[in-house]
């Protein structure tokens, strides 16, 4: 069992695969980055997999794949395969843009995918183009019903914005529910490399619009999600809500994160991270357990966008989405 130096068991391992992305989300990457991490050093595979054993022997028994967008990286599938053939009842999980989906959703289940999560934030052709910039809807949504009917379960992550899809919140929830989808609101989280155009909603907001609705009742946290969990009381719909200003936010945190090129990190907010490419280049599994071991004993208490009441000012984070994976 991993556990950290604020006594939280660790058992989550979230995995970015590339850094690179089809869309220029403005709350993420609204511009392309002045320079991609040169691909000679992304670890391989076979790298990246000698660490997840690692992780894995240790208790890590949830993985997900994410990026950048992670289905960019080429022979994803066989990289699926590789964790599921080593522990065939891992929860392995992985989120995407869903750009990509229509022609890949059948290979990743074929290779042991059991659940993805697709970023889903507007059901406006116009509002999509805005925020990915790029003409997106109708191959996420065609992407969405292709992963349904392969037999991948999906949920859907949705970041309200002020002005721009807050509107949505109704219409998108009841898109998810009419397809038998949990939907996540995510609370926009402030980072340097976002759009300063934009403004996030805090949850306080959105659960204001959907009670305008509905009658919601609390559910609370499911174990160590993010998510806190609702349900509305006319239908019996549970949505998840994920809110980092939140100051119990990160009391159970029981994740790290490794990037494409072998940094692992202990918070989404901070700028730590120890590397273990020279540990895995070298096949060195004990150095690498031992740079997990050192980023356990550091993970923060928790991170600094706490604004349990949504009207201080907003610390913002100088991490990459794109690189972190979210
Ligand atoms: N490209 C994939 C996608 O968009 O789903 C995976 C990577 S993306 C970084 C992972 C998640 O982070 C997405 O659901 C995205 O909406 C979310 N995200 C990105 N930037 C964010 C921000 N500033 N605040 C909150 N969520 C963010
Ligand atoms: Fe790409 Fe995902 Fe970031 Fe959007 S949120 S730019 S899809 S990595």
Known sequence: MLIDGHGREVNYLRVSVTERCNFRCQYCMPEKPFSWVPKENLLSFEELFLFMKVAMDEGVNKIRITGGEPLLRHDLDSFIRMIHD??????????????????????????????????????????????????????????????????????????????????????????????????????????????????GMHGKEILEIIKQKYTIRQLGREGASPSFNYEIQENGYIFGLIDPHKHDFCENCNRIRLTAEGNLIPCLYFDEALSISESVKAGDIQAAADVLATVLKDKPKENRWSDEDGEGDREVSARAFYETGG
Do not use: H, W
């Not at 009842?89 to 074929?110: H, S, V």
């Not at 507007?122 to 509002?127: C, D, E, N, Q, S």
């Open 86 to 199: 080593y522990k065939p009842d891992i929860d392995l999980a992985l989120t995407t843009n869903g750009y990509l989906l229509p022609e890949m959703a059948q290979d990743l289940k074929d290779a042991g995918l059991k659940r993805i999560n697709v970023s889903l934030d507007t059901l406006k052709p116009a509002v999509a183009s805005y925020i990915a910039q790029k003409n997106v809807l109708a191959k996420v949504l065609d992407g969405i019903a292709i992963a349904q009917e392969v037999g991948l379960g999906v949920k859907v992550n949705m970041v309200p914005l002020k002005g721009v899809n807050d509107g949505e919140i109704l219409d998108v929830m009841e898109f998810c529910r009419e397809r038998d989808i949990r939907i996540r609101f995510i609370e926009y989280m402030e980072n340097s490399y976002a759009s300063s155009d934009i403004e």
